[in-house]
C-alpha cells in the first residue's frame, strides 16, 4: 500500500496534475493579494486548464507548438463566443460552424485531437463568462495568459527534471511488456481456452504500440536536436533491448496445438518453461522498480538453474521416446530454449547497461533515426481528403455538433442555472467511437453521483470554508491524475473540486450538487444517444481498412525479410521499417477488434469470422517476425529455389486478400503444381539430413556444425514457409464473408 502510494506521487500523471494545480493556484492567489480581483486569475487558471489537455507524453518541441497552438485556438473561440452569446440568431450557426470545425481538426492526430478539446472546453465555458470586473476582450487575453503560464511552467519543469517523463514511460513499458511475456507463458500450458488470453496480448500490443512511438518520439527527437549525450545513449540501447524482447516474444511462433499433441504424455518438459518466461517476466518488474529507485539492481543465477532443468529434461525426451518421432519435439524444444536464452541474453544487457553505464563505450546512434518517428502529417489536403461521410472524423464532427446543438437548446429552454455543463458533459465523454463513449458515459455518472454523495455528506458534517478550500485543492490534483487511469474516480474527485469550488462563491451549495448531477445526467444522455443513432461508425463496417493495411505491412516485410535471406549481412533500414510498420499496422487492427467487442450485439456484424482473421493475422506477424529473426541473427546457406516458390505464392495470396477486401477481382493467381513439387523437394531433403544425421548418431559421430545449421536452417525456415503460406489461403477464405 505504501509502495503503491509512493509511486503515484512519483507518477507522471500525478506530476502533471500538481502542476495543473499550481498553475492554477498561484494566479488566483496572487489575483487577490495583489489585486483585490479573483475574477483575473480565474481567467488566467481557465487559460492553464486549457492548455493542459495538449501537455502529453513527447519531445518537448511537440509539446510546445501543441500548447501553442491551444492557446491561440482558445484565445479566439472565448473571443468569438462572449461576443455574440446575448445574440441568440447569429449564435446557433456559430455554434455549428464552430464545434464542427474544432472537431474536424482531429484529422491531423492525436495531438491534434488534444488541441481540439482544448478548444471545445473553452468554447463551452465561454458561455458562463457573466464578469463585471473585467471586460470580454481582458477575460480572452488572460486565457491567453494563462497558457503562455502553463507553457511556461511545462517548458521549465522538462528542463528541470528531464529524466522524469522518460523514466515514466519506461517503467510504463517495462510493466507492459513484462506482463505481456507473462501471458505467453500462460498460453504455453493452458489446454483448454486460451481465447481470453489471446485477446489479453492483442490489447496489450496495442498499449504497446502506441508507447513505443511515444519514448520513439522522446529519444531520437531528443538524439536529432541535442546531440548525442551519454544518457540519450544509454535510454537508446535499454529502449532497444526492450524492444528485442517484445519482438523476440511475437516471433517465438508457437503452434500450441502442435505442442499439445506432442507433448501430451510429457507436460513437464513444458511446465518447466512456462517457469522460465514467468522469471523472464518477473526480471522485468525487477528492473522497472530499479529505474524508480525502488529496488537495487541484483544478479541473480535462477536462470542457470531452470535452463539447465530444461537441457535435462530435453536429454530424458530423447532417450525415452524414438528418435523418428522424438526429432520433432527436440528440435522445437531446442529452438524454444534458444529463444528464451536469447530474451535473457537482453535481460542481462539492460542490467549491464543500468549498472556500468558510464563505463559503456560500445553504443552506437541508431542509423537513419529520424525514419523511425512516426512523422504527423499536417498538408492541408488532409482536411479535404476526409471531407466525406466514409472519414469517421468527419462523422464525429457531424455527431458532436448535432448533439451539442441539442444539448443547447434543452439548457436554453429549460433555463437550467449552469445549462453548459450540458455541454461541457458531452464534449468531455463524446469520441468518434461508440464503445469508449458508453464506456466514458458510464464512468463520468458514476463518478459524478460518488463525488456528489461525498460532497453532500461533507457539507452535513462541516460549513468550514478552509476545509471547503482544501478540499478543493486536493481533489483537483487527485482528479486530473488519475483521469486517464481511472476515468470514474478521476470524474468523483472532479465533481468533489467543481462542488467546493462554487461553495467558496455561491452559500446555497445543495443547489450546485443537485444541478451538477442533473445537468450530468443530461449530458451523458445525449452522447450516449447521439453516438448511436447520429451518423454511428461501426467497428464492424470500417474494420476492413485495418485489414487491409495490416496486410500491406505483411507484404513489405515478407518482400525485405526474402531480400535479406538472399544479400545477407546486417539488416537494412528498409527491414527495420517495414518490421515497424507491420507491428503498428496489427496493433491498431487489435484495437479496432477490442472497440467492436464493446458495440452492441447487434452491430457486431461477422464478429465470429473477424475473430479467426484477428488471430490469423497476428499469428502471420509473429511467423513473419520469427523467419526475419532467424534470417537475421544466424548463419544461412544459400537461399534454395523452393524458398522463392514458395514467397511468391504466399505474395500472390496476400494481393488476392488486399484485392478481396478492396472489392476487386484479382487475376494474377498462380498453379498449385510448382508449390507441390517445393514442399517435395523441402521434405526430401530434410529427411535426407535427418537419415545423414542418424547414421552419424549410430556411429557414435558428434554433430558439426553444417549439419546442425542445416538441421535448424532446413526445419524451421521450411516449417515458417509453409504455415506462412497456410495462413495466407486461411487469409484469402476468411475474407470473402466480411
Given at each position: 500500500?505504501v509502495?503503491?502510494?509512493?509511486?503515484?506521487?512519483?507518477?507522471l500523471?500525478?506530476?502533471k496534475a500538481?502542476?495543473?494545480?499550481?498553475?492554477?493556484?498561484?494566479?488566483?492567489?496572487?489575483?487577490?493579494?495583489?489585486?483585490?480581483?479573483?475574477?483575473?486569475?480565474?481567467?488566467?487558471?481557465?487559460?492553464?486548464?486549457?492548455?493542459?489537455?495538449?501537455?502529453?507524453?513527447?519531445?518537448?518541441?511537440?509539446?510546445?507548438?501543441?500548447?501553442?497552438?491551444s492557446?491561440?485556438?482558445?484565445?479566439?473561440?472565448?473571443?468569438?463566443?462572449?461576443?455574440?452569446?446575448?445574440?441568440?440568431f447569429?449564435?446557433?450557426?456559430?455554434?455549428?460552424?464552430l464545434?464542427?470545425?474544432?472537431?474536424?481538426?482531429?484529422?491531423?492526430?492525436?495531438?491534434?485531437?488534444?488541441?481540439?478539446?482544448?478548444?471545445?472546453?473553452?468554447?463551452?465555458?465561454?458561455?458562463?463568462?457573466q464578469?463585471?470586473?473585467?471586460?470580454l476582450?481582458?477575460?480572452?487575453?488572460?486565457?491567453?495568459?494563462?497558457?503562455?503560464?502553463?507553457?511556461?511552467?511545462?517548458?521549465?519543469?522538462?528542463?528541470?527534471?528531464?529524466?522524469?517523463?522518460?523514466?515514466?514511460?519506461?517503467?510504463?513499458?517495462?510493466?507492459?511488456?513484462?506482463?505481456?511475456?507473462?501471458?505467453?507463458g500462460?498460453?504455453?500450458?493452458?489446454?483448454?481456452?486460451?481465447?481470453?488470453?489471446?485477446?489479453q496480448?492483442?490489447?496489450?500490443?496495442t498499449?504497446?504500440?502506441?508507447?513505443?512511438?511515444?519514448?520513439?518520439?522522446?529519444i531520437?527527437?531528443?538524439?536529432?536536436?541535442?546531440?548525442?549525450?551519454n544518457?540519450?545513449?544509454?535510454?537508446?540501447?535499454?529502449f532497444?533491448?526492450?524492444?528485442?524482447?517484445?519482438?523476440?516474444?511475437?516471433?517465438?511462433?508457437?503452434?500450441?496445438?502442435?505442442?499439445d499433441?506432442?507433448?501430451?504424455d510429457?507436460?513437464?518438459?513444458?511446465?518447466?518453461?512456462?517457469?522460465?518466461?514467468?522469471?523472464?517476466?518477473?526480471r522485468?518488474?525487477h528492473?522497472?522498480?530499479?529505474?524508480?529507485?525502488e529496488?537495487?539492481?541484483?544478479?541473480?543465477n535462477?536462470?542457470?538453474?531452470?535452463l539447465?532443468?530444461?537441457?535435462?529434461?530435453?536429454e530424458?525426451?530423447?532417450?525415452?521416446?524414438?528418435?523418428?518421432?522424438?526429432?520433432?519435439?527436440?528440435?522445437?524444444?531446442?529452438?524454444?530454449?534458444?529463444?528464451?536464452?536469447?530474451?535473457?541474453?537482453?535481460?542481462?544487457?539492460?542490467?549491464?547497461i543500468?549498472?556500468?553505464?558510464?563505463?559503456?563505450?560500445?553504443?552506437?546512434?541508431?542509423?537513419?533515426?529520424?525514419?523511425?518517428?512516426?512523422?504527423?502529417?499536417?498538408?492541408?489536403?488532409?482536411?479535404?481528403?476526409?471531407?466525406?461521410?466514409?472519414?469517421?472524423?468527419?462523422?464525429?464532427?457531424l455527431?458532436?455538433?448535432?448533439?451539442?446543438?441539442?444539448?443547447?437548446?434543452?439548457?436554453?429552454?429549460?433555463?437550467?442555472?449552469?445549462?453548459?455543463?450540458?455541454?461541457?458533459?458531452?464534449?468531455?465523454?463524446?469520441?468518434?467511437?461508440?464503445?469508449?463513449?458508453?464506456?466514458?458515459?458510464?464512468?463520468?455518472?458514476?463518478?459524478?453521483l460518488?463525488?456528489?454523495?461525498?460532497?453532500?455528506?461533507?457539507?452535513?458534517?462541516?460549513?468550514?470554508?478552509i476545509?471547503?478550500?482544501?478540499?478543493?485543492?486536493?481533489?483537483?490534483?487527485?482528479?486530473?491524475?488519475?483521469?486517464?487511469?481511472?476515468?470514474?474516480?478521476?470524474a468523483?474527485?472532479?465533481?468533489?473540486?467543481?462542488?467546493?469550488?462554487?461553495?467558496?462563491?455561491?452559500?446555497?451549495?445543495?443547489?450546485v450538487?443537485?444541478?451538477?448531477?442533473f445537468?450530468?445526467?443530461?449530458?451523458?444522455?445525449?452522447a450516449?444517444?447521439?453516438?448511436?443513432?447520429?451518423?454511428?461508425?461501426?467497428?464492424?463496417?470500417?474494420?476492413?481498412?485495418?485489414?487491409?493495411?495490416?496486410?500491406?505491412?505483411?507484404?513489405?516485410?515478407?518482400?525485405?525479410?526474402?531480400?535479406?535471406?538472399?544479400?545477407?549481412?546486417e539488416?537494412s533500414?528498409?527491414?527495420?521499417?517495414?518490421?515497424?510498420?507491420a507491428f503498428?499496422?496489427?496493433?491498431?487492427?487489435n484495437?479496432?477488434?477490442?472497440?467492436?467487442?464493446?458495440?452492441?450485439?447487434s452491430?457486431?456484424?461477422?464478429?465470429?469470422?473477424?475473430?479467426?482473421?484477428?488471430?490469423?493475422?497476428?499469428?502471420?506477424?509473429?511467423?513473419?517476425?520469427?523467419?526475419?529473426?532467424?534470417?537475421?541473427?544466424n548463419?544461412?546457406?544459400?537461399v534454395?529455389?523452393?524458398?522463392?516458390v514458395?514467397?511468391?505464392?504466399?505474395?500472390?495470396?496476400?494481393?488476392?486478400?488486399?484485392a478481396?477486401?478492396?472489392?476487386?477481382?484479382?487475376?494474377?493467381?498462380?498453379?498449385?503444381?510448382?508449390?507441390?513439387?517445393?514442399?517435395?523437394?523441402?521434405?526430401?531433403?530434410?529427411?535426407?539430413?535427418?537419415?545423414?544425421?542418424?547414421?552419424?548418431?549410430?556411429?557414435?559421430?558428434?554433430?558439426?556444425?553444417?549439419?546442425?545449421?542445416?538441421?535448424?536452417?532446413?526445419?524451421?525456415?521450411?516449417?515458417?514457409?509453409?504455415?506462412?503460406?497456410?495462413?495466407?489461403?486461411?487469409?484469402?477464405?476468411?475474407?470473402k464473408?466480411?
Open positions: 500500500m509502495k503503491n502510494l509512493i509511486r503515484y506521487f512519483k507518477s500523471h500525478f506530476l500538481f502542476l495543473v494545480a499550481l498553475a492554477m493556484a498561484i494566479p488566483v492567489l496572487v489575483s487577490i493579494y495583489f489585486f483585490d480581483s479573483f475574477e483575473i486569475g480565474f481567467s488566467i487558471a481557465l487559460g492553464a486548464i486549457f492548455s493542459a489537455p495538449s501537455d502529453i507524453a513527447g519531445s518537448l518541441k511537440h509539446k510546445f507548438y501543441g500548447i501553442l497552438a492557446i491561440i485556438l482558445v484565445f479566439v473561440i472565448t473571443l468569438l463566443i462572449g461576443y455574440f452569446s446575448n445574440y441568440l447569429v449564435i446557433f450557426p456559430l455554434l455549428i460552424s464545434v464542427f470545425s474544432i472537431s474536424y481538426i482531429s484529422v491531423f492526430g492525436f495531438r491534434a485531437s488534444l488541441v481540439s478539446l482544448a478548444g471545445l472546453l473553452s468554447l463551452v465555458l465561454a458561455f458562463a463568462y464578469s463585471t470586473e473585467i471586460s476582450f481582458e477575460h480572452s487575453l488572460f486565457i491567453a495568459l494563462g497558457g503562455i503560464w502553463y507553457l511556461f511552467l511545462t517548458i521549465l519543469t522538462q528542463l528541470a527534471f528531464p529524466q522524469v517523463q522518460t523514466d515514466y514511460l519506461f517503467v510504463e513499458l517495462l510493466e507492459k511488456t513484462s506482463e505481456f511475456i507473462k501471458i505467453r500462460k498460453l504455453l500450458v493452458e489446454t483448454n481456452d486460451r481465447s481470453s488470453f489471446l485477446e496480448n492483442f490489447k496489450l500490443q498499449e504497446l504500440n502506441e508507447l513505443h512511438e511515444t519514448i520513439r518520439e522522446v531520437l527527437e531528443k538524439r536529432l536536436s541535442s546531440g548525442f549525450s544518457r540519450t545513449r544509454r535510454q537508446q540501447l535499454i532497444s533491448k526492450i524492444m528485442e524482447i517484445y519482438e523476440l516474444a511475437i516471433s517465438n511462433t508457437v503452434d500450441y496445438e502442435k505442442i499433441i506432442l507433448f501430451k510429457h507436460p513437464e518438459k513444458i511446465d518447466e518453461f512456462k517457469v522460465l518466461i514467468f522469471e523472464i517476466s518477473k522485468l518488474n528492473i522497472s522498480k530499479v529505474i524508480l529507485k529496488e537495487k539492481l541484483i544478479f541473480n535462477k536462470f542457470k538453474v531452470i539447465k532443468k530444461i537441457q535435462n529434461h530435453i530424458i525426451y530423447k532417450v525415452n521416446t524414438d528418435l523418428s518421432e522424438s526429432r520433432e519435439g527436440v528440435i522445437l524444444l531446442i529452438n524454444f530454449k534458444t529463444y528464451q536464452e536469447k530474451q535473457i541474453r537482453n535481460l542481462v544487457d539492460i542490467a549491464r543500468l549498472n556500468k553505464y558510464s563505463k559503456n563505450d560500445k553504443i552506437r546512434e541508431i542509423k537513419d533515426a529520424q525514419q523511425f518517428i512516426t512523422a504527423q502529417d499536417y498538408d492541408f489536403k488532409k482536411l479535404k481528403e476526409n471531407f466525406s461521410l466514409k472519414s469517421p472524423i468527419f462523422r464525429h464532427s455527431r458532436l455538433t448535432v448533439t451539442m446543438l441539442i444539448g443547447f437548446i434543452i439548457g436554453y429552454a429549460i433555463e437550467l442555472q449552469q445549462s453548459y455543463w450540458i455541454l461541457l458533459t458531452i464534449v468531455v465523454i463524446m469520441r468518434p467511437s461508440y464503445s469508449l463513449t458508453k464506456q466514458r458515459s458510464k464512468n463520468r455518472v458514476l463518478g459524478t460518488i463525488g456528489a454523495a461525498v460532497g453532500v455528506g461533507i457539507v452535513f458534517l462541516t460549513q468550514n470554508p476545509i471547503y478550500g482544501l478540499i478543493a485543492a486536493l481533489s483537483l490534483v487527485i482528479g486530473f491524475s488519475l483521469v486517464k487511469q481511472n476515468y470514474r474516480n478521476g468523483a474527485f472532479i465533481t468533489l473540486y467543481v462542488i467546493f469550488m462554487y461553495a467558496l462563491i455561491h452559500p446555497d451549495i445543495l443547489t450538487i443537485e444541478f451538477r448531477v445537468d450530468t445526467l443530461i449530458g451523458a444522455a445525449l450516449y444517444i447521439g453516438n448511436y443513432f447520429f451518423w454511428p461508425a461501426w467497428e464492424s463496417k470500417n474494420i476492413k481498412e485495418f485489414f487491409i493495411h495490416s496486410i500491406e505491412g505483411f507484404l513489405e516485410f515478407l518482400k525485405q525479410i526474402d531480400l535479406l535471406y538472399h544479400q545477407k549481412g539488416a533500414t528498409e527491414l527495420k521499417l517495414a518490421r515497424k510498420e503498428l499496422q496489427v496493433g491498431n487492427l484495437a479496432a477488434y477490442q472497440r467492436l467487442a464493446q458495440e452492441p450485439k452491430k457486431q456484424e461477422n464478429i465470429g469470422i473477424i475473430y479467426e482473421l484477428i488471430t490469423i493475422c497476428n499469428t502471420y506477424l509473429s511467423s513473419l517476425s520469427s523467419l526475419g529473426m532467424f534470417i537475421r541473427t548463419e544461412t546457406g544459400n534454395p529455389d523452393e524458398f522463392e514458395f514467397v511468391k505464392h504466399i505474395v500472390s495470396n496476400l494481393e488476392k486478400t488486399i478481396t477486401l478492396n472489392n476487386k477481382d484479382f487475376k494474377n493467381g498462380l498453379a498449385n503444381e510448382s508449390l507441390e513439387i517445393a514442399t517435395k523437394n523441402y521434405e526430401e531433403y530434410f529427411h535426407k539430413i535427418s537419415k545423414q544425421r542418424a547414421k552419424e548418431i549410430e556411429n557414435g559421430l558428434p554433430v558439426t556444425n553444417d549439419m546442425r545449421v542445416q538441421l535448424r536452417e532446413t526445419q524451421l525456415v521450411f516449417e515458417q514457409v509453409r504455415w506462412l503460406h497456410n495462413l495466407s489461403v486461411n487469409l484469402v477464405k476468411k475474407v464473408n466480411i
